[in-house]
């Protein structure tokens, strides 16, 4: 139980455009989904926090207009970078709470997804 | 705010060795806190957790203790085996956060056969 997944696992696409990466929750509901990047054997920043049906929380220095986070369902939560430059390139993880008694503290993640920015 | 400090990689062992990887916290209040494993080519997975004070969490031959005076949650095992080879993560997470997670940066492991 408590998968995660994440679609596209890679995305390569050309300066300029925009791409969208899909979380969703498989076997459960999650009212809070997280994004997480991940640079090259480095830790994972969090990006910004995703609650079904309302606004994203992003974290400081993250801009809120160029990563479009969108959690319309207790599913599924997107996340779309906008006008993506070369320096977007990065691994992008998402992540969920169970929601679970006593273990909302825990969280799965999805396998991340590859964006590379030519 | 909260963060997480652990031991920086890469470490290398030969099978059967004992492990340890040290990670320290501050927080400023009561933080879950936990161990995530990343294999190769793999996602992050949950390896054990601990909620108060000298609880110990365990899991695949893993053990770490919630130590408060010291702050502290050093993972340890005592054969490590090559398909232990992998990236750990130290990790906390408050309610007072919204559960949000923050991880150290990482250890990577190497077990040789």
């Known amino acids: 139980g408590a998968v995660v997944s994440q679609h596209p696992s890679w995305v390569i696409c050309k300066s300029g455009t925009s791409v969208k990466i899909e979380c969703r929750s498989l076997?459960?509901?999650?009212?809070?989904m997280f994004w997480y990047r991940q640079f090259p054997k480095q830790s994972l920043m969090l990006m910004a926090t995703s609650n079904e049906g309302s606004k994203a929380t992003y974290e400081q220095g993250v801009e809120k207009d160029k990563f479009l986070i969108n959690h319309a369902s207790l599913t599924l939560s997107t996340l779309t970078v906008t006008s993506a430059h070369p320096e977007d390139s990065s691994f992008y993880i998402c992540?969920?709470?169970?929601?679970?008694?006593?273990?909302?503290?825990?969280?799965?993640f999805g396998p991340g997804t590859r964006l590379t920015v030519l | 705010g909260d963060s997480v400090t652990q031991m920086e990689g890469p470490v290398t062992l030969s099978e059967e060795a004992f492990l340890t990887i040290n990670c320290t916290y501050t927080a400023t209040g009561y933080p879950s806190l936990f161990w995530y494993v990343q294999y190769p080519g793999e996602g992050l997975q949950l390896l054990l957790k601990?909620?108060?004070?000298?609880d110990k969490g365990s899991n695949k031959g893993f053990e770490a203790t919630y130590r408060k005076e010291t702050t502290s949650f050093h993972l340890e095992k005592g054969s490590v085996q090559v398909s232990d080879s992998a990236v750990y993560f130290c990790a906390l997470s408050e309610r007072a956060g919204g559960f949000k997670t923050i991880f150290g940066a990482g250890t990577r492991l190497f077990v040789k056969a």
């Open positions: 076997d459960f509901q999650a009212t809070t």
């Open positions: 601990a909620t108060k004070a000298d």
């Open positions: 992540s969920a709470n169970s929601g679970a008694s006593g273990r909302r503290d825990e969280q799965f």
